[in-house]
């Protein structure tokens, strides 16, 4: 069907989008400015984060709406009768989701606070958190892209 197709097609994306800007931000952007002082680190991360954090929230709202809205429709089975790849990824995709909502809410808005305090080891202390999230978020990124691309193969 191709509503399917279209739904999958902006699913993938929204994907490739949030789990490949983690991958950039922790594997390049943040090996690439460690060297920096700390006061230029933080500036650059205080003006580099809230655009992919928006990208993020844009990226979660589509993968709910693509992702629900084919298995609503009746893709594979619907909401009840999927294979297990869809569950799994709901499971992992969902907890991504609300660990992202924590970093957004706890200690991004604590680093934002520290930044404009100019308390620097704060917003260390906050920084360190979210990296923390990110690379959890980006494990799990990983994994749920395999199993939501792969998951029919392997088990049918
Ligand atoms: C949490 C709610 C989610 C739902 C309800 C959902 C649902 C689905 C469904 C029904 C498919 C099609 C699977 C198939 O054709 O066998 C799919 C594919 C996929 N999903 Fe998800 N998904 C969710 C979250 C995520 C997340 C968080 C990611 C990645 C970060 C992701 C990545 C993918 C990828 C890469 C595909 C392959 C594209 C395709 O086969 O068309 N999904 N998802």
Do not use: C
């Amino acid at each position: 069907m191709f509503a399917f197709a279209f739904a999958l097609a902006f699913h993938t994306l929204a994907a490739v989008i949030w789990v490949g800007g983690m991958f950039f931000a922790h594997l390049a952007l943040r090996p690439a400015v460690a060297a920096l002082p700390p006061a230029e680190r933080l500036a650059l991360w205080r003006r580099v984060l809230p655009r992919f954090f928006a990208w993020v929230w844009a990226s979660i709202a589509v993968l709910l709406a693509s992702g629900y809205g084919v298995l609503l429709l009746g893709y594979r089975g619907g909401l009840g009768g999927g294979g297990i790849h869809i569950d799994i990824m709901q499971a992992t995709g969902s907890l991504m989701m609300v660990l992202f909502a924590y970093l957004f809410f706890a200690p991004w808005q604590a680093f934002k606070r520290a930044m404009a305090a100019s308390e620097l080891a704060e917003a260390i202390g906050a920084l360190a958190r979210i990296r923390l999230i990110v690379t959890i978020n980006l494990a799990l990124g990983l994994f749920t892209a395999a199993i939501g691309s792969t998951g029919a193969l392997w088990a049918y």
